[in-house]
């Protein structure tokens, strides 16, 4: 059976292959990084459409209606259509916007969350770059999202496009805070910020954490799914009252990258959610006789807890900016820190000083 490393190490054979074949053995270093990027950027491209086309489908069943069914097979081209629609469409931009921050406000919000999946374990041994910090680069490199939104409303010159930068500004700064809150209870029981080193804890341990740690799960979904400015808690865009908010004078490629930007934040934070509280690659315990590979799971897993996040789209009614905000520093804050507080009294009781 193959694995991720299998994978790896087999892509990695035919690539040195070829490079010697070509001449370029010597450019290999700075030629597998580049290669790595575009088959990185392909596959999110690709998963981001089925996600979207998955979306559609999910909204229909809810609501009792069938979806897109027209374009291919089950309406599954249907977004590739949409993708061939923006690429083409013509560039409107505002007379007196800023121009430089206008430009680069979408960029830096596609490439701040495409970063986040560079320390993503797929599988064992089935990752860019596997840091010892990596939840830490996590956290930081998506945080260059408040600024691409801020930057995308302030340089529009329009004046919702501007409300909706500043409500998800504060909407991102207010979340952060319970999102790595809940975090701290998985750093402190496996000693380690490595997204691998925790898969392989809970492969040792025997469980997954999202039994001992439902609350920091909860929070963390909920936390997340803010952050991704997704509903319920899409108020920086809110159509009804700020047209289409930070992204109002975007179009065509522009707002693609926004558009792809937030779905790739959904896909990270879910990836993260999979390698804390779900074992990551590690087999379901109850369907292991399938014997699939680890990143099967993992995708399996993945799908999952994405399925779980567009439920909450459209099942929630969006909250009004006062809710969102007392809900973040009222219910979710102190719950996190109380879920820290148990966690640390209770692994202090059983390992005394061993636990240190």
């Given at each position: 059976?193959?694995?991720?490393?299998?994978?790896?190490?087999?892509?990695?054979?035919?690539?040195?292959?070829?490079?010697?074949?070509?001449?370029?053995?010597?450019?290999?270093?700075?030629?597998?990084?580049?290669?790595?990027?575009?088959v990185m950027f392909g596959f999110i491209?690709?998963?981001?459409?089925?996600?979207?086309?998955?979306?559609?489908?999910?909204?229909?069943?809810?609501?009792?209606?069938?979806?897109?069914?027209?374009?291919?097979?089950?309406?599954?081209?249907?977004?590739?259509?949409?993708?061939?629609?923006?690429?083409?469409?013509?560039?409107?931009?505002?007379?007196?916007?800023?121009?430089?921050?206008?430009?680069?406000?979408?960029?830096?919000?596609?490439?701040?969350?495409?970063?986040?999946?560079?320390?993503?374990?797929?599988?064992?041994?089935?990752?860019?770059?596997?840091?010892?910090?990596?939840?830490?680069?996590?956290?930081?490199?998506?945080?260059?999202?408040?600024?691409?939104?801020?930057?995308?409303?302030?340089?529009?010159?329009?004046?919702?496009?501007?409300?909706?930068?500043?409500?998800s500004a504060a909407q991102i700064i207010?979340?952060?805070?319970?999102?790595?809150?809940?975090?701290?209870?998985?750093?402190?029981?496996?000693?380690?910020?490595?997204?691998?080193?925790?898969?392989?804890?809970?492969?040792?341990?025997?469980?997954?954490?999202?039994?001992?740690?439902?609350?920091?799960?909860?929070?963390?979904?909920?936390?997340?799914?803010?952050?991704?400015?997704?509903?319920?808690?899409?108020?920086?865009?809110?159509?009804?009252?700020?047209?289409?908010?930070?992204?109002?004078?975007?179009?065509?490629?522009?707002?693609?990258?926004?558009?792809?930007?937030?779905?790739?934040?959904?896909?990270?934070?879910?990836?993260?959610?999979?390698?804390?509280?779900?074992?990551?690659?590690?087999?379901?315990?109850?369907?292991?006789?399938?014997?699939?590979?680890?990143?099967?799971?993992?995708?399996?897993?993945?799908?999952?807890?994405?399925?779980?996040?567009?439920?909450?789209?459209?099942?929630?009614?969006?909250?009004?900016?006062?809710?969102?905000?007392?809900?973040?520093?009222?219910?979710?804050?102190?719950?996190?820190?109380?879920?820290?507080?148990?966690?640390?009294?209770?692994?202090?009781?059983?390992?005394?000083?061993?636990?240190?």
């Open positions: 059976m193959f694995t991720g490393e299998n994978i790896i190490q087999i892509v990695s054979g035919f690539l040195h292959w070829a490079y010697a074949q070509v001449g370029i053995s010597a450019l290999a270093g700075a030629i597998d990084p580049v290669i790595t990027a575009i491209s690709v998963f981001v459409m089925f996600l979207v086309w998955m979306e559609r489908k999910v909204s229909a069943h809810m609501q009792s209606r069938i979806g897109p069914n027209r374009v291919g097979p089950f309406g599954l081209l249907q977004t590739v259509a949409d993708a061939i629609k923006l690429t083409t469409k013509e560039d409107v931009k505002p007379v007196n916007r800023d121009k430089i921050p206008y430009f680069i406000a979408p960029i830096v919000a596609f490439v701040a969350t495409f970063m986040g999946m560079v320390v993503i374990p797929f599988d064992k041994g089935m990752v860019v770059q596997d840091l010892n910090v990596g939840i830490l680069y996590i956290i930081a490199i998506t945080g260059f999202t408040v600024i691409a939104i801020l930057t995308a409303g302030w340089s529009s010159n329009n004046k919702f496009a501007l409300l909706g930068g500043f409500r207010s979340y952060e805070v319970p999102l790595v809150l809940s975090v701290v209870p998985i750093i402190m029981i496996t000693g380690t910020l490595s997204l691998s080193g925790i898969v392989e804890y809970q492969q040792q341990a025997g469980y997954w954490f999202i039994f001992p740690q439902i609350v920091a799960f909860i929070i963390f979904i909920t936390s997340a799914t803010a952050e991704a400015n997704r509903a319920p808690f899409d108020i920086p865009e809110a159509e009804s009252e700020l047209i289409g908010g930070f992204h109002t004078e975007y179009s065509g490629v522009k707002f693609a990258m926004f558009f792809l930007g937030e779905y790739i934040a959904v896909v990270v934070s879910s990836a993260v959610a999979v390698t804390l509280f779900l074992g990551g690659w590690l087999p379901v315990a109850f369907l292991g006789f399938l014997h699939l590979p680890g990143f099967i799971w993992f995708l399996i897993k993945l799908v999952s807890v994405i399925y779980l996040v567009m439920a909450f789209r459209w099942t929630f009614p969006r909250l009004r900016v006062d809710q969102l905000m007392d809900f973040g520093w009222k219910v979710l804050i102190p719950l996190s820190i109380l879920n820290i507080l148990i966690t640390a009294s209770v692994w202090l009781l059983l390992y005394g000083k061993g636990a240190q």
